[in-house]
């Protein structure tokens, strides 16, 4: 594995290539080239560049793009003053991404080749029911006391609702309670 430790604005990264690395604000306009030539130290499997050595590497890389960080509040204070002042901050920041890690002995990395990809037969219903089938049976048991319950629960709503649909005859009702007031007067 090849990576170099760069001193980039006064603050040092730990840098490998093809990375995005986020650093303080650079002068160079976002699409062009920077060579970072405060190179600290430089490895490349057992191989490490320190000193005067690493003063001969060089890390380049490409602007990508210029942002802002996150806002940093300052909130200002003295107690029995009636002093408050509030600030907010946004570091100003470049993207960049770095193309290679130049020294002298650099050893050419292999890279293996691109795989090919299968192409994907149309699948049929039936495995996707078993497909669907394995991922239910793949549930935690979180998850499936979660289930029960809540079909417990839509059961337990589903009987209440059906208790409170009964028919009731409300002319017999009422009759009813009619002959019982007739009766007891008499």
């Given at each position: 594995?090849?990576?170099?430790?760069?001193k980039?604005?006064?603050?040092?990264?730990?840098?490998?290539?093809?990375?995005?690395?986020?650093?303080?604000?650079?002068?160079?306009?976002?699409?062009?080239?920077?060579?970072?030539?405060?190179?600290?130290?430089?490895?490349?499997?057992?191989?490490?560049?320190?000193?005067?050595?690493?003063?001969?590497?060089?890390?380049?890389?490409?602007?990508?793009?210029?942002?802002?960080?996150?806002?940093?509040l300052?909130?200002?204070?003295?107690?029995r003053?009636?002093y408050?002042?509030?600030?907010?901050?946004?570091q100003?920041l470049?993207?960049i991404?770095?193309?290679?890690?130049?020294?002298?002995?650099?050893?050419?990395?292999?890279?293996?080749?691109?795989?090919?990809?299968?192409?994907?037969?149309?699948?049929?219903?039936?495995?996707?029911?078993?497909?669907?089938?394995?991922?239910?049976?793949?549930?935690?048991?979180?998850?499936?006391?979660?289930?029960?319950?809540?079909?417990?629960?839509?059961?337990?709503?589903?009987?209440?609702?059906?208790?409170?649909?009964?028919?009731?005859?409300?002319?017999?009702?009422?009759?009813?309670?009619?002959?019982?007031k007739?009766?007891?007067?008499?």
């Open positions: 594995m090849l990576y170099a430790v760069a980039i604005n006064g603050k040092q990264y730990k840098v490998t290539e093809s990375e995005e690395v986020t650093v303080d604000r650079l002068s160079t306009p976002v699409g062009k080239a920077v060579d970072i030539k405060e190179v600290i130290l430089v490895v490349q499997d057992e191989n490490k560049l320190m000193g005067e050595d690493a003063k001969k590497a060089s890390v380049k890389a490409k602007v990508v793009e210029e942002l802002l960080d996150t806002k940093v300052v909130f200002k204070h003295k107690k003053k009636r408050n002042k509030l600030v907010g901050h946004r100003p470049t993207k991404i770095i193309e290679s890690i130049d020294f002298p002995g650099k050893k050419k990395e292999a890279k293996p080749a691109p795989k090919k990809q299968a192409t994907k037969k149309p699948e049929d219903t039936k495995t996707t029911t078993k497909k669907k089938e394995s991922k239910e049976k793949a549930a935690t048991p979180k998850e499936k006391k979660k289930e029960t319950r809540k079909k417990k629960t839509s059961a337990s709503v589903a009987n209440k609702k059906a208790s409170s649909k009964k028919p009731t005859n409300k002319s017999k009702t009422a009759s009813a309670q009619k002959e019982k007739k009766s007891s007067s008499k």
